[in-house]
């Protein structure tokens, strides 16, 4: 019985034959396989290099934009020469963004707190008389009643949020002196500025002790 013609064998060793010859003859004249349809990965130093640039990029960024906001850099400013210059964002900008992050819940958006519960910072003698009374009051926290614009307050104890032992916010004297400076500035309120090296001051003297109550604080000028 004879073997089908396209299962014979003989024609696949012609067929690659031939595809060899071609091979030898394509290598002997310089040609190049064709590599078309294949997907070749870019040479790793490339890719090492742009890794190299997009992380440096995201910590450049990261320690440099300010944010974004435009407050932070004066362009008409140019840095003395051998010095380094680290943007800072404005205290009021700095400030709200505090307080929005941890007074917000408690004092509100509009500074009237809750009645009954948490005193308001809206025209509240604690927030435009003394200096020293409110960063003791901010960065050590309270415990006890505490009367506003004549209001007695008992519902939650003051926490405390300074850069000192047992805070729960631990924040530093920069962002101390910002929201206090900030509060005092919001609502209708015209108190003076608080300044980083007020709050670094208290806490040296005061040390890592524990939250004030009403009557102690009052005795503070």
């Not at 010095?83 to 700095?94: F, M, N, R, S, Y």
């Not at 524990?210 to 604080?217: I, N, Q, R, S």
């Amino acid at each position: 019985m004879s073997t089908p013609l396209h299962q014979d064998p003989r024609l696949d060793q012609a067929a690659s034959t031939d595809e060899s010859l071609l091979a030898a003859h394509d290598k002997l004249l310089g040609k190049q396989p064709d590599e078309k349809g294949r997907y070749k990965l870019p040479p790793l130093h490339l890719l090492f290099f742009f890794s190299g640039l997009i992380f440096f990029a995201g910590t450049y960024l990261n320690r440099y934009s300010g944010l974004f906001d435009p407050r932070v850099y004066n362009e008409n400013m140019l840095p003395p020469t051998g010095e380094t210059v680290v943007a800072k964002l404005d205290p009021l900008v700095l400030g709200k963004k505090q307080y929005e992050a941890i007074c917000i819940t408690c004092h509100q958006a509009n500074g009237l707190g809750l009645p009954g519960a948490f005193p308001p910072l809206a025209a509240s003698e604690w927030v435009t008389g003394s200096d020293d009374r409110l960063i003791r009051l901010v960065v050590y926290g309270m415990t006890g009643p505490m009367t506003v614009k004549g209001v007695l307050y008992n519902a939650a104890p003051m926490p405390t949020i300074g850069k000192v032992a047992n805070s729960q916010y631990n924040l530093s004297d920069d962002n101390v002196a910002a929201v206090l400076t900030y509060i005092r500035h919001e609502w209708g309120n015209a108190g003076a500025p608080i300044t980083t090296d007020q709050v670094a001051a208290v806490r040296s003297k005061e040390g890592d002790r524990k939250p004030y109550v009403e009557a102690e604080l009052l005795k503070l000028n």
